[in-house]
């Protein structure tokens, strides 16, 4: 993972952590397993409502859930090469505060052993620790969300989990696959479109702004996906699609977000002004 300063007529453009070094480019330019857990949402069960309905409340039901476990993975391809990043961790869905750590394989890392990523996430913001490229190890980079062409949708190879819970306001052409099982707990499939735009406008306040940043950036607003609820509707997977060009070959990128352990106690404190580096960054 690199960060890009990118600059648009003499002027700093936004900083760019990019998912895979070497592999994965977002287009820049002037343009521009576990338990059910918890309380969860009071004892709500998903009915025969309408699924569109369902997953538009799916935030929402996560907001009252409070924190929850997670665990991603985003699989970038590009041409014939295919690299997935891993990221566990947890996350406050009221406070929309998380704290992942993001492990590069090591082809994407350019070396062997290269450290975890600890990634810090906020409204509108991303901290990243160990991120290298000549970053001092006690300082961390700070990039604004709101200034990224896909929103953090993409951007830190882990998809921001209540933005990925947010994007299911927009979502379009929904059908409803049947109850499976997912890790002992069962679950209600749902399959459909998200519009970009459409989840942007409807969006809670502290996400909006990543939002409309994505929904101005990426070339096309559907993004396919794959949902998986719970009875009482708490968003225990979600699978989305993302493609977009870049400069030479289409991106595709399938980003995966599982939730458990509702209920769970979640600390992040973010960095202060002094622990952020300002200095600056490598080029790539």
């Given at each position: 993972m690199v960060v890009r300063q990118h600059r648009c007529g003499g002027g700093p453009l936004a900083v760019r952590a990019l998912a895979v070094a070497g592999v994965m480019a977002v287009a820049a330019g002037c343009a521009g397993g576990g338990g059910s857990g918890g309380a969860g949402a009071g004892g709500r069960a998903v009915s025969a409502e309408r699924p569109a309905l369902v997953l538009g409340r799916a935030a929402d039901v996560l907001v009252e859930s409070g924190g929850a476990e997670t665990r991603t993975s985003m699989e970038t391809a590009v041409g014939g090469t295919r690299v997935t990043i891993r990221g566990q961790g947890t996350y406050d869905f009221r406070r929309q505060l998380g704290q992942i750590k993001v492990v590069l394989p090591k082809d994407a890392a350019g070396a062997d052993g290269h450290r975890p990523i600890i990634e810090l996430l906020a409204p509108g913001a991303l901290y990243m620790k160990h991120r290298g490229a000549g970053v001092p190890d006690d300082k961390w980079v700070r990039v604004d969300t709101t200034a990224l062409e896909d929103g953090n949708l993409v951007t830190g190879g882990v998809t921001d989990p209540m933005a990925a819970a947010e994007l299911l306001r927009g979502a379009r052409e929904v059908t409803y696959r049947g109850r499976t099982e997912l890790a002992g707990v069962a679950v209600r499939h749902y399959r459909g479109v998200a519009d970009l735009g459409r989840a942007a406008r409807t969006a809670s306040p502290l996400s909006r702004d990543a939002l409309a940043a994505a929904a101005k950036g990426f070339s096309r607003d559907a993004v396919p996906f794959d949902?998986?609820?719970?009875?009482?509707?708490?968003?225990?997977?979600?699978?989305?699609?993302?493609?977009?060009?870049?400069?030479?070959?289409?991106?595709?990128?399938?980003?995966?977000?599982?939730?458990?352990?509702?209920?769970?106690?979640?600390?992040?404190?973010?960095?202060?002004d002094a622990h952020i580096y300002t200095g600056r960054i490598r080029q790539s």
């Open positions: 949902a998986y609820l719970d009875d009482e509707g708490r968003l225990r997977k979600v699978r989305h699609r993302f493609s977009f060009a870049a400069e030479g070959p289409a991106v595709s990128v399938i980003s995966t977000m599982l939730l458990y352990g509702f209920g769970s106690t979640v600390t992040v404190t973010l960095p202060d």
